[in-house]
């Protein structure tokens, strides 16, 4: 597994790859990586000859009041369990290399990255389109991959490519969880046991809500105001419980097949994203 610290020789080692006819697929990540994460990189395996994994702790992407600072890092762990995937090269520049010092320019997204989590973090997508499309040109990547579990991330950056006409294929990946059901998140290391087990209720109340509709009922007004109560029980504050079409963002009028119900919550100092696609 090769360890390219700086933009040029990621470059370098994807346009070698192209000139041997070898496809190359992008996995970003801000690491400490967890089942998550690896299942992404097998799915990109399956997509092209060659896997490139980042892993960036994005400072553009978090808020000033934000955990950047304490996000969790553990780079000798990620690049062990990167070669154990098979992976060909790992991403991990320094915020310097990454970014000009005098940077001007970034990528706003107008509408979709303005609801759910952009209503509560709204300089995050920008930094994340910013970050991601530079991940896109230094790696020359054919293919890009990212989990549902992010659900939003993922129909904002589909978006940027279909709007600028980016030459990469996105995948989606499904949302892997523990057994219990708690959705895989880097941030679940904040959590205290009690913490832990407060945080199930995400997905419980999703799961709930998720019967319910099986059950015939498709008032998407119903569904999220049991999901918030369910949440107002057990989190210390919630963000949002909301229904919306995956693609569009756009609250539903009955829920259906491509259905999101997303929620995020704090438990203790901790916030949790999760989603259910119906
Ligand atoms: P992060 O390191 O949190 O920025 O995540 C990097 C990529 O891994 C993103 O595309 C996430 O959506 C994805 N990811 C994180 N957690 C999960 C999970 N539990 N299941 C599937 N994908 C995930």
């Not at 190359?24 to 400490?32: D, H, L, R």
């Not at 920008?126 to 991601?132: D, E, H, M």
């Not at 959705?183 to 995400?202: D, F, V």
Request: aromatic share 6%.
């Amino acid at each position: 597994m090769k360890i390219c610290r700086t933009k040029k020789s990621l470059s370098a080692l994807s346009d070698a790859w192209h000139q041997a006819g070898e496809t190359v697929a992008i996995v970003p990540t801000m690491g400490y990586l967890h089942e998550g994460h690896l299942s992404l990189v097998r799915l990109a395996k399956k997509k092209a000859r060659r896997v490139a994994v980042s892993v960036f702790v994005n400072p553009t992407q978090f808020g000033p009041n934000e955990d950047f600072e304490r996000y969790p890092r553990d780079e000798r762990h990620d690049f062990a369990l990167l070669r154990a995937e098979g992976v060909d090269a790992v991403f991990a520049p320094a915020p310097e290399d990454m970014y000009a010092e005098d940077a001007t320019v970034s990528l706003v997204e107008s509408k979709l990255s303005k609801v759910l989590c952009g209503a509560f973090r709204p300089t995050h997508f920008a930094g994340v389109l910013t970050v991601v499309l530079k991940l896109f040109n230094v790696s020359r990547a054919d293919v890009a991959v990212f989990g549902q579990k992010d659900a939003q991330q993922l129909a904002v950056i589909r978006r940027m490519v279909r709007d600028l006409d980016v030459p990469v294929e996105i995948v989606g990946a499904p949302l892997v969880r523990e057994k219990d059901g708690l959705a895989l998140s880097s941030r679940n290391t904040y959590l205290s046991a009690a913490e832990r087990r407060r945080a199930l209720s995400l997905h419980k109340a999703l799961d709930a809500a998720e019967a319910d509709y099986r059950a015939g009922k498709t008032d998407p007004a119903a569904a999220t105001a049991r999901i918030a109560k369910a949440l107002a029980k057990s989190c210390d504050s919630v963000d949002y419980a909301e229904a919306v079409d995956a693609d569009t963002l756009e609250p539903v009028k009955k829920l259906g097949p491509n259905t999101l119900l997303a929620v995020a919550a704090y438990v203790g100092k901790t916030r949790l994203i999760d989603n259910h696609l119906l």
